[in-house]
């Protein structure tokens, strides 16, 4: 038996939302994401737009870009995104070029989500450079996600 189904999809989000009450507190949205590989987390994003003044410091670019700089590779193919936000149709361009095979998400984003959006770049498989859309798993801790943003 694998770390992953040994620990359960809980044990790797509360990480995430660690990550995003880190991010809240600062003043940026509460997401947090980290990439897990063989069961450990290699690499963690925290949302940083607001105090960074860039936009494209979402959490799950951060934990992307950590990722390849950890493996020396852009190709996370053997790897599963943690996020507790569904990832926005920007962050879901960056996760189908980066191969992640499994995103792990707490929250519904129905307006600008890469799944639950008009353009749901993450779940697309009419673009075949892209190759197969990840595995998705929803609602991962979504009471506990509620309860952080509403502290």
């Not at 990439?35 to 670019?61: L, M, N, R, S």
């Not at 936000?85 to 920007?90: D, L, S, V």
């Not at 989500?113 to 353009?119: I, L, N, Q, T």
């Amino acid at each position: 038996m694998n770390k992953i189904a040994e620990r359960g999809h809980e044990f790797y989000m509360k990480f995430a939302i660690d990550l995003a009450l880190t991010a809240k507190t600062r003043g940026d949205a509460p997401v947090g994401s980290v990439v897990v590989q063989e069961g450990v987390i290699i690499a963690e994003g925290i949302e940083g737009g607001k105090t960074k003044k860039d936009i494209t410091f979402h959490a799950e670019i951060e934990a992307i870009r950590e990722a390849n700089i950890i493996t020396g590779s852009s190709d996370l193919s053997d790897c599963i995104l943690y996020t507790t936000h569904e990832p926005c149709i920007m962050c879901s361009y960056v996760i189908r070029h980066a191969k992640i095979q499994t995103v792990v998400f707490g929250l519904s984003v129905v307006e600008t989500g890469g799944v639950h959006s008009f353009y749901p770049i993450l779940t697309d498989a009419k673009i075949k450079i892209w190759g197969k859309p990840p595995r998705i798993v929803r609602g991962i801790m979504e009471r506990e996600i509620k309860n952080m943003i509403a502290q």
